[in-house]
């Protein structure tokens, strides 16, 4: 087993291992004295692992209820999240109980958004059902949901108390789901590691089935250490965190413009070779990154572009949280493995992302 110890506000183990999940019971346990714990799941991770997870709790001592919900963005919702909150408050929990999220970023955030607000703050459990959650969402405390008017809008900071990873786990992703976690590791590649990204960009990891998940596993360890430096030195994302969100300010304006049919590891990858992109073309990148990127992308079976115009990703970029003033705060790739934040006035963002999609590279 792999561990990754993270120094926030609070500090946690993030645990790294085959077959873990079904240990989970014995690992909480560690943590708390046998209490009440409420699994948070959408139905489809629920008819999964609800049962594998709520017998290993059972078999410690712990008290399970469990909270179901439609799978999919959509259901990030102010209505769900009131709808856990009064099952909190029926179920009687109290502060000595645990939430315990079980699969991804969606489930993450919201439960654990009802983790930070239920009784005005309650311990909270990770277990990442997906690649994407385990190399970010799950890690770090940024909980929420959306809003009509974008992505992530409404939302709390709130540490896990631990986050369990199991690779098995992700062998039941399809194909598609596998790749959206393999974007957000392409971005940390570009964020500050070029031997991960060496790695990932030939397509050997595109499938679940048949990618060495040794090597596997170690690439998460990489990308958790990553986040962890990082949110230890910004936890509360005012400063350097926002490197975190490479490729993600373009990446939310496709989802949102898409009404989030096009998912956060799809978007994040058009984001990312978008900017990268930009950042040639303004020449604060080396020439050649943004084909590097989006040959990385094409053999993981990714994409880097979209249907929609400039104009329409400009604007539903618009909103983004990390907009102050007149400006957005962009993470500009200048060489794989180096990146650096620029504002951009919201008024030049047209202009950017026009000439960022326009044929030639
Ligand atoms: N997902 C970006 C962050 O945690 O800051």
């Known amino acids: 087993m792999r561990t990754v110890t993270v120094t926030a506000s609070s500090q ?5 291992g085959k077959g873990l999940i079904r240990q989970c019971g014995r690992l909480l346990e560690e943590l708390a004295d046998p209490c ?5 799941a959408d139905d489809r991770v629920d008819s999964l692992y609800g049962n594998i997870v709520h017998a290993s709790l059972m078999y410690e001592g712990f008290s399970v209820a469990r909270f179901t919900f439609p799978h999919g963005e959509a259901s990030k919702n102010l209505t769900i999240l009131g ?13 000595s109980d645990m939430i315990l999220a079980l699969g991804g970023g969606v489930t993450g955030d919201l439960a654990g958004f009802a983790a930070a607000v239920y009784l005005r703050g309650v311990p909270f459990v990770q277990i990442p059902t997906t690649l994407l959650a385990a190399v970010d969402s799950s890690v770090g405390g940024k909980t929420g949901i959306d809003l009509k008017g974008g992505k992530n809008l409404a939302g709390a900071f709130h540490q896990p108390a631990m986050v369990i990873c199991d690779p098995d786990v992700f062998q039941s992703l399809s194909e598609e789901e596998f790749q959206n976690g393999i974007s957000e590791m392409l971005k940390y590649g570009v964020l500050g590691d070029p031997e991960l990204f060496d790695k990932l960009a030939g397509g050997d990891f595109r499938d679940p089935k048949t990618c060495d998940m040794q090597a596997l596993e170690e690439m998460i360890e990489t990308c ?35 009404r989030y049919q096009i998912s956060h590891g799809r978007a994040v990858a058009i984001g990312l070779y978008l900017i990268a992109r930009a950042a040639e ?4 990148a080396e020439k050649g990154i943004a084909r590097q990127i989006r040959r990385a992308l094409e053999n993981n079976g990714l994409p ?3 249907a929609f115009t400039p104009s329409a990703v400009a604007k539903a970029a618009m909103n983004d949280k990390k907009r102050r003033g007149g400006k957005i705060h962009f993470v500009f790739p200048q060489k794989i493995g180096s990146c650096r934040i620029i504002p951009i006035p919201v008024d030049a963002m047209e202009e950017m992302v026009e000439d960022a999609m326009s044929r030639e590279e």
Do not use: P
């Open 12 to 16: 946690y183990q993030v645990l790294i």
């Open 83 to 95: 709808e856990i909150l009064e099952f909190l408050a029926e179920q009687q929990f109290s502060r």
């Open 36 to 40: 009440r714990v409420a699994i948070i």
């Open 281 to 284: 073309r303004a020449e604060i």
């Open 224 to 258: 958790i250490a990553m986040k962890r430096d990082i949110v230890a030195k910004d936890e509360f994302d005012t400063g350097i965190r926002q490197f975190l969100n490479l490729g993600h300010t373009l990446g939310h304006g496709i989802e949102k413009e898409s």
């Open 304 to 306: 880097w572009e979209c």
